[in-house]
């Protein structure tokens, strides 16, 4: 089943959110100091990935136009503004800041080697290690995360099914059609420029700029154009 390890990783979520939800009378520095201690270890994850790519050259071109189109788009703010409808439906005050909890929760577990490398397990080798590895790492995150941020971390589970679950598929078809050196290349290029964008999400998250990290996302999509662009010419 090409999709198990994505289901698995929803569920992972969903379940570390709950088990979140029920500890909200953790102490407020106890949380704070955890939140930072997560930010320190994003970044520092994010900078290791940024170091995987072959050609970093190709990984700022991405993070250029992939960002001049995310803000053309406003991805940002059309992201909160799906956390705000749904904190409207659900009710701040009773469930805490469901916008900010969603769109944290979804780009930390959303953009990342293991989400990628792994959907594409799945679809090229029906091989769902990773993804299950990521789930219980998701999980416990989910739970720190709901702790502080509340119910809205548990809507994230539905993004990360659809763009890991999406990946999976399409390799599932196209991988009969690419070579294992291209591939080999682009799961590089993509890690570290995945990385770059962990590394903005912990940044967010220690307080330090608040970066529009939403609008960084089509850089994924820009760094596969380039590499296939590049590797057959």
């Known amino acids: 089943m090409v999709l198990f390890g994505s289901v698995v990783n929803a569920l992972g979520i969903i379940i570390g959110t709950l088990i979140g939800l029920l500890l909200r009378r953790i102490p407020e520095q106890m949380k704070q100091t955890v939140m930072i201690a997560i930010g320190l270890s994003v970044v520092v994850l994010g ?16 993070l250029v136009f ?13 992201l909160h503004s799906i956390g705000t409808v749904l904190e409207r439906k659900l009710g701040k005050s009773q469930n805490g800041n469901i ?22 397990d799945s679809g090229l080798r029906n091989d769902h ?19 502080t941020l509340g119910v809205g971390v548990l809507f994230s589970a539905i993004p990360v099914f659809l763009y890991q679950g999406g990946i999976a598929l399409f390799a599932n078809v196209i991988h009969q059609f690419l070579s294992d050196s291209l591939l080999e290349l682009l799961i590089a290029e993509l890690t570290a420029t995945g990385g770059v964008l962990i590394a903005a999400i912990g940044i967010n998250m220690l307080g330090i700029k608040q970066i529009r990290v939403a609008n960084l996302l089509p850089s994924i ?9 590049q590797y057959n010419y």
Not at 47 to 62: H, W, Y
Not at 66 to 78: F, N
Not at 104 to 112: K, N, P, Q
Not at 129 to 147: E, R
């Open 221 to 229: 999509i820009v760094v596969t154009i380039i590499v296939l662009v």
């Open 99 to 120: 916008a900010q909890g969603f769109v944290t929760a979804t780009l930390i577990f959303v953009v990342g080697a293991m989400a990628i490398i792994g959907a594409l």
């Open 129 to 147: 290690a990773v993804l299950l590895t990521k789930s219980m790492i998701d999980g416990f995150t989910s739970l720190v995360l709901a702790s």
């Open 66 to 78: 992939g960002t001049v189109i995310g803000e053309w788009l406003r991805l940002e703010d059309h």
């Open 47 to 62: 900078l290791d990935m940024a170091l995987k790519s072959n050609d970093f050259f190709i990984v700022i071109v991405s």
